[in-house]
């Protein structure tokens, strides 16, 4: 298995699909952004072959050559987005998801409106140049990977009761039911109302707050791709500590000048040491001392049906392989076994008893050789309502894959 995303590049393509006129053009090399562009003729020749099926009843999905991979999407009949990966190991499904993921930012930006009913390319041309930043953080290496589970990404904290109630008592002195603390682009902690968000705000929303530079607070306008795609609600930011942020989705009201430094003394300062406590809790995602086996190096779990996961590559420190490497492989795994091994849908759901017996419910994965002591393993095992995946160190040995995950699953699931 390849470690996707190494020295390869990628090239996003937004086109009128009327008109095939491009609305822009992103681009990375090596997870990094790219100012390199695809000739005029390629990207005609790719919306061409595109139309031409359509033209003929067919759908055009996907395409491989030897070293790049090409998928097409159409949304609503109004925009086609295609996407070209020359990164080494690159699934399909990461690209399909990718394109959903870069559509939800463009409604979450300028509206399904405008995007549906294109009145003058060159306007909507310019009001799409404020999701740049947000899609480009798409293409590059994410410390995140909601944009490839669909599901948000999430820290457990150490004292997260004390963090509910005094982030409860907030939201209802703001009578808002949309309100988060976010560390790092992770939710922390969140109302019912902000866990009952829809796919994808429910992910681009925490992805968003934390790609932008770092700011006291903000006052934001955004559209619901899913909640509310054509009448924008406003996302107030507030800087609790460095890095820390909370987050209200709201109407009209209240005003960014309500929230001041006294009311957010009133909830906040009695909860100080528990919010100081999240900050390493970014990179990391569990609590210190979380008790884990030493031969995990990352981690992936997954609550298939509340749409949340904890991503972490940094359980316990810097041994073996690199942050970005553990990330690129665990991703790869996912992709790998969701779409060969494991329904999209929770086991509970699959309603056939025969069906169900038929699926697989673990499977491992060894990088190399399978003698103890070389290759890292992988192993990916599901039971009822969750997934787990673990990338572990080469000592660990293949015959205690399953219990270890089990164990594992075991000790997280009252997490998430």
């Not at 990330?327 to 309603?351: D, I």
Request: charge should be negative; proline fraction near 9%; hydrophobic fraction near 40%.
């Amino acid at each position: 298995m390849g470690e996707e995303g190494t020295g390869g590049s990628v090239h996003l393509l937004c086109l009128a699909a009327s008109s095939g006129v491009p609305l822009f053009c992103r681009s990375s090399r090596g997870g990094a952004p790219s100012r390199q562009q695809l000739p005029f003729s390629v990207i005609g020749s790719l919306n061409g072959v595109h139309m031409f099926g359509q033209n003929l009843e067919v759908q055009l999905s996907s395409a491989r050559t030897k070293d790049t991979t090409v998928v097409w999407k159409s949304f609503h009949d109004s925009i086609t987005l295609i996407v070209l990966s020359s990164e080494e190991g690159t699934s399909e499904l990461k690209l399909e998801r990718l394109l959903q993921m870069v559509f939800g930012a463009m409604v979450l930006f300028v509206g399904l409106e405008e995007l549906t009913n294109i009145r003058n390319v060159e306007r909507l041309k310019k009001e799409l140049r404020a999701s740049y930043h947000l899609i480009d953080s798409f293409l590059g290496d994410p410390e995140l990977i909601g944009d490839l589970t669909q599901c948000v990404d999430c820290v457990i904290p150490p004292e997260g009761p004390l963090l509910q109630e005094a982030l409860s008592g907030f939201a209802e002195a703001m009578g808002t039911g949309f309100v988060s603390l976010i560390v790092s682009g992770r939710v922390v902690s969140a109302t019912e109302g902000w866990w009952r968000l829809g796919t994808p705000e429910a992910v681009l929303l925490p992805w968003l707050v934390g790609s932008l530079p770092p700011q006291a607070a903000r006052d934001y306008p955004v559209y619901l791709p899913h909640g509310s795609p054509t009448v924008p609600h406003r996302l107030l930011t507030l800087t609790l500590l460095p890095g820390l942020e909370l987050c209200l989705l709201c109407g009209p009201r209240p005003p960014l000048s309500q929230l001041d430094p006294q009311l957010l003394e009133r909830w906040w300062q009695p909860v100080l040491d528990p919010l100081r406590a999240c900050l390493p809790l970014g990179p990391r995602g569990l609590p210190d001392g979380f008790p884990l086996h030493k031969d995990i190096l990352g981690l992936l779990l997954l609550h298939l049906e509340l749409k949340r996961c904890l991503f972490t590559v940094e359980p316990l420190g810097d041994k073996g392989p690199s942050p970005e490497q553990r990330r690129r492989l665990l991703r790869h795994f996912y992709a790998l076994v969701t779409s060969t091994h494991f329904p999209p849908e929770p086991l509970e759901k699959v309603e056939d008893d025969v069906s169900r017996a038929q699926l697989p419910r673990a499977c491992y994965l060894v990088l190399g050789p399978e003698e103890l002591g070389t290759g890292l393993r992988l192993i990916a095992l599901q039971l009822g309502l969750r997934l787990l995946l673990l990338l572990l160190a080469p000592q660990s040995p293949t015959h205690g894959l399953r219990s270890l995950a089990t164990h594992t699953l075991h000790t997280l699931s009252p997490l998430l």
